[in-house]
């Protein structure tokens, strides 16, 4: 069974930069393709990146194009999200998640899915 942790999250500041970290253990990430979600408070859950199984295709949410950055090391199994130039509304619980198919940023397509990991972004 395949297993999902992120870390990398914390309080920054606006305009400033994070790297969430996925780490897969039960299996290896070279079979699946990654998505990562967030969930504002009192907001539904929603895709920001996913990236195929090989890291060789990605797809981005349009909010989130030219800040973020999804890859993919399936040597180390394990999956990022490089966020640049955070605003206040990207604070949420962000979520990395497995699913075996092809790219698409919809939860609900998803299989496999980590505890969360906060993202603050305030002065």
């Known amino acids: 069974q395949l297993q999902l942790v992120e870390s990398g999250g914390g309080l920054v500041q606006p305009g400033g930069s994070l790297r969430l970290s996925c780490s897969a253990s039960?299996?290896?990430?070279?079979?699946?393709?990654i998505g990562w979600f967030r969930q504002a408070p009192g907001k539904e859950r929603e895709g920001v990146s996913c990236?195929?199984?090989?890291?060789?295709?990605?797809d981005y949410a349009d909010s989130m194009k030219g800040r973020f950055t999804i890859s993919k090391d399936n040597d180390k199994n394990s999956a990022y999200l490089q966020m640049n130039s955070l605003k206040p509304d990207d604070t949420a619980i962000y979520y990395c998640?497995?699913?075996?198919?092809?790219?698409?940023?919809?939860?609900?397509?998803?299989?496999?899915w980590g505890q969360g990991t906060q993202v603050t972004v305030s002065s």
């Open positions: 990236i195929d199984s090989s890291g060789g295709s990605t």
């Open positions: 039960g299996s290896t990430l070279d079979i699946y393709t």
């Open positions: 998640a497995a699913r075996e198919g092809s790219l698409t940023n919809a939860a609900d397509r998803y299989d496999f």
